[in-house]
Every structure is written in structure tokens, then in C-alpha cells.
Nanobody, 121 residues
């Protein structure tokens, strides 16, 4: 099982970034996926989640209207589009898979290694 996140880096406030997560080693199409983040001195939090088909999504209040989660089951990829980033978005971002078709805030059992996003002027 592997979840390989990429796309992080240094951004200025107001910039856009797209994180990608490539999945392998499990049946991607029947699992919900999520993006979590852990900022400096903070606990890990769920940022966004998507169900198996991409038809339903969840967003934390702090990113609602700015971030978009999507998935491509044919490519076994999940994405996080981050618009209008803020310094408080600085964190390591992790993609994770949940052994259920519908999204949830807990119960993720496969985790990627994380990609660092730093937002600073």
C-alpha cells in the first residue's frame, strides 16, 4: 500500500497550489479519501474528504470556499486544489484512505508520507 503526496512548497498569501496523491496497492475506487494537515504545534486535522465516486465532499470550515478536493479513480489519484492560501494554511498535508465508501472524519487506515506547504510573504 502506498499513498504518495506531492505538490507542496513555498507559496505567498493569495497564491494557489494543487496537491496530488497517487495511490497504489489497494482497491482505490471503493474507498473514501481525505486530506489532513498538521501545522506547527497543532494537532492533525481533517481538511477535506471525498466519497468513493467523488460525488460528496466534506470541508473544514477553515478552508471552505477556498479548497477543492477531487479524485480520478481511473488514475488512482486524489487532488487538493488550494486557492487564496493563508499563512495559517502552513502545514504538512497528508492524504489518507478510509476503508469505507463514504467519507468520515475518522477511521482512516492508510496514510501517505506528507507534503509540506509553507505560506509566507
Amino acid at each position: 500500500v502506498q499513498l504518495q503526496a506531492s505538490g507542496g512548497g513555498l507559496a505567498q498569501p493569495g497564491d494557489s497550489l494543487r496537491l496530488s496523491c497517487a495511490a497504489s496497492g489497494f482497491t482505490f475506487g471503493n474507498r473514501a479519501m481525505g486530506w489532513f494537515r498538521q501545522g506547527p504545534g497543532k494537532e492533525r486535522e481533517l481538511v477535506a474528504a471525498v466519497n468513493w465516486s467523488g460525488g460528496t465532499t466534506y470541508y473544514a470550515d477553515s478552508v471552505k470556499g477556498r479548497f477543492t478536493i477531487s479524485r480520478d479513480n481511473a488514475k488512482k489519484m486524489v487532488y487538493l486544489r488550494m486557492n487564496s492560501v493563508k499563512p495559517e494554511d502552513t502545514a504538512v498535508y497528508y492524504c489518507a484512505a478510509r476503508p469505507y465508501m463514504n467519507w468520515g472524519t475518522t477511521g482512516y487506515d492508510y496514510w501517505g508520507q506528507g507534503t509540506l506547504v509553507t505560506v509566507s510573504s
